[in-house]
């Protein structure tokens, strides 16, 4: 099948290119590189440089490759960035994905699937979080991810589209073959920069926040290995392939570590000793964030296979060690 795949030179587009490839999928990225990495595309895909944006080129982009559904990760993602700098947040991630729905509706595409994030519910009340949690973001990137989910709820009810929004946890890892990996510029997830602390190439670790309502007072996330969420994906195409009407999907094991623990883990897994200093709170941060991935494993049959924290930073610490981007 034919998919469009804007921002697939990002860090889980590409794990998700990898991944459609590999099940004989033909296809296209769109992405601007501003944030991906063109070592990322693989050579036998269609790539078209381009930022979503710019409706008419997108149009005439899908026009010519007519892929049956998109599925949409471009977006700006950083939680502090967007309390710095929320208009960029608002025009790239909302402006930007109404661009690309006018240029799939001019195209005649209509389905998609939709890079949303857990950040969507601010400080749940219930953990672990079921989709079913309100709606509530504490920061610029959150609110500009439920905009487009409202967005995409009232296409569906009132037009002849269908969509999934997955809602990601923390997406971590790398893929085990060691040809793709995590690689934003500047890198502010903390797993990564563990394992550059780790490498010798950062002088210490900070810990943003020591006094949350938390076992430990640091901050605890549902880590997912980034071939389990490019699973998510394909598993979503074939349901709105099929027929299946529009859900909304959490994307996360159930299981949460505090940054305390991801750093324990990361000194058993690479072996090294390293400076950790504990700091003030990051602005726009939840105490907890854990997935409820019930409904993603009942629906769709959702099976992750690399729920394990240490597996997790071995391949990322793998790609650390031998980056190609
Ligand atoms: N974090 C930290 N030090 C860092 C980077 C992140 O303590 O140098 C914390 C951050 O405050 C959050 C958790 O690690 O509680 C995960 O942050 P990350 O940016 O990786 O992902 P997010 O949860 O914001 O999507």
Redesign the pocket.
Known sequence: MKIAVTGGAGYIGSHTVKLLKENGHDILVIDNLYNGHIKAVPDDVTFAKCDIRETETVKEILSAFKPEAVIHFAAF????ESTRNPLSFYINNISGTLSLLSAMKESGINKIIFSS???VYGNPKKIPIPETETVKPINPYGQTKACVEKALADLSSYSDFRYVSLRY??A?GADPSGLIGESHNPE???????LKTAKGEREK?????TD?PTPDG????DYIHVNDLAKAHLLALEHLMDGGKSEVFNCGYGKGYS?KE?IETAKKVTGKAFKVIE?E??K????V?VADPGKLKRLLNWKPEFDDLEFIIKTAWNWELNRRF
């Open positions: 993602i950083e939680v502090g994030t857990a950040a946890f923390n971590a502010t997830h903390l797993i990564p920069l563990v670790i900070s810990i943003f926040g949350y640091t901050c605890i996330r940054v991801i700091d709170r990051r726009g941060d939840p105490a964030l």
